[in-house]
């Protein structure tokens, strides 16, 4: 059993009148057998060149009053933060059925008050006036910090509450590129911020990978040996950017094995939802798609958005881009059902809703390879809490590869590596592991994939800090 969402470590261990915008509050949830008694809200925090951002807060249950406020970024990019609210740690989590919600017993707001944003515009239901939707890390890092300002403004009462920022997966180039901005407005309570399974280095995170699939015995023993002579030299090793042609075609077979052969890179030790709906090949030059299901293909997808594959998802333009081995229909159905999107107040400019926008990434410009430098001035503020944590069986963003990245920010140790601890019904266990620095924290979460929150349907609640 492990614990579902990790609440009291992710956010207890942080944490230590009606001014709200009438127009936006949800009365009534279609899908929910009993109304909640918190008060939640939908609507749209405008920004800059005619951008609107679709927000979903969730009042916690707990002292909203005084509670933490915490800003959710689910990431692609493209992708819609609603997949986490209702599918992840959201107080209520969609059914099979696409038309029923049952309550998170799990859920953030147990404990927070909690922002959900769809960013960038052209992400869920969020839009652009002139409906278009290139753009890039620095706008939409300026846009979410515009959002928050906007929020505010319509809730402020909340505007002296402590503030986190949360988000997974490209989430790791979202949270600290608009932790740089907040933290340089004193109006603004930021206290710290939290990454799961996020894009922290594409270097990093492409060399640990390889490593990764040897070692769960996903690679045989000739191609390692070819990657050991194609690729290493003098105790140190290049599956990135190796200028040695043999070490990239030996680099490109576990490629193929890891995003194209059926495994779901979300999670290894899990099945895949719907089988193995597609296949990729190159032939003769020539890109060719075969079996191709819902999804997109996984090695597109998968490699996290390097320029790299970033020109070849190009080339198939109209291909629906939905992350592979997952089942976004129950959300779709839900989303675009009127009676939803009318309690939701979405506005008639807003698209259907899809999980992930292709539109968004294939005209998204990343501009961070890595986010070394916004991590190093927050921690250079000394006040700032972070936590890094991963699921250990994903292989989109693989737990080494952040663990690399928080260990090269070189910060002091205060609590070496050591197990974490949860008790359930058969007694005490292992949850992970946790290393503690100054001001961060990195951990891991045994069996999670690549969206923690949602793997394990059972949890445990933890009595103390691990």
């Not at 293909?297 to 190009?314: D, E, F, G, M, P």
């Not at 006040?383 to 693989?398: E, F, H, P, T, W």
Request: net charge negative; proline share 5%.
């Amino acid at each position: 059993m492990q614990l579902l969402l990790l609440s009291c470590y992710f956010l207890s261990a942080w944490l230590g009148a009606e001014a709200a915008p009438a127009a936006d509050e949800i009365t009534y949830l279609p899908g929910l057998q009993k109304q909640p008694s918190f008060k939640q809200y939908s609507g749209y925090l405008s920004v800059a060149d005619g951008k609107h951002l679709h927000y979903w807060f969730v009042e916690s249950q707990n002292k909203p009053s005084s509670d933490p406020l915490v800003l959710w970024l689910n990431g692609g990019p493209g992708c819609s933060s609603l997949d986490g609210l209702l599918t992840e740690h959201g107080p209520f989590l969609i059914q099979s059925d696409g038309a029923t919600l049952d309550y998170n017993p799990y859920a953030w707001n147990k404990i927070a008050n909690m922002l959900y944003l769809e960013s960038p515009a052209g992400v869920g239901f969020s839009y652009s006036d002139d409906q278009k939707y290139a753009t890039n890390d620095t706008e939409v890092s300026m846009n979410n910090y515009l959002a928050l300002k906007e929020f505010f403004r319509l809730f402020p009462e909340y505007s002296k509450n402590e503030l986190f920022l949360t988000g997974e997966s490209y989430g790791g180039i979202y949270i600290p590129t608009l932790a740089e901005r907040v933290m340089e407005d004193a109006s603004l309570n930021l206290q710290g911020i939290a990454v799961g399974n996020g894009m922290s280095s594409y270097e990093m995170n492409d060399n640990s990978l390889v490593y990764f699939a040897y070692y769960h015995g996903l690679l045989g023993s000739h191609l390692w040996a070819e990657l050991q002579t194609y690729c290493c030299s003098d105790g140190k090793c290049n599956f990135y950017d190796n200028p040695n042609q043999n070490c990239m075609d030996s680099v490109g077979e576990v490629q193929t094995i890891v995003y194209s052969s059926g495994l779901n890179i979300y999670n290894l030790y899990a099945s895949c939802p719907g089988g193995v709906p597609q296949r990729l090949s190159v032939e003769r030059g020539q890109l060719v798609i075969r079996d191709l299901g819902n999804s997109f293909i996984h090695h597109q997808w998968n490699r996290l958005w390097t320029q790299k594959v970033k020109s070849l998802v190009a080339l198939l333009p109209s291909v629906r881009l939905d992350p592979p081995c997952t089942n976004s229909t129950p959300s779709n159905l839900y989303l675009n059902n009127q009676l939803v999107r009318k309690a939701l107040h979405i506005s008639p400019k807003a698209l259907d809703w899809v999980i992930c926008s292709s539109e968004v990434n294939l005209n998204y410009d990343r501009l961070y390879m890595d986010v070394r430098k916004q991590y190093l001035k927050l921690l250079g503020a000394l006040k700032y809490r972070i936590l890094v944590y991963n699921g250990d069986v994903d292989m989109a963003c693989n737990f080494m590869g952040d663990e690399w990245f928080v260990e090269s920010l070189q910060q002091q140790v205060q609590v070496q590596r050591r197990p974490w601890i949860y008790e359930d019904v058969d007694g005490q266990q292992v949850g992970g592991f946790v290393k503690e620095f100054d001001n961060i924290v990195f951990l891991t979460v045994k069996g999670s994939g690549h969206m923690v929150h949602q793997i394990h349907q059972e949890a445990a609640l933890l009595t103390s800090d691990p």
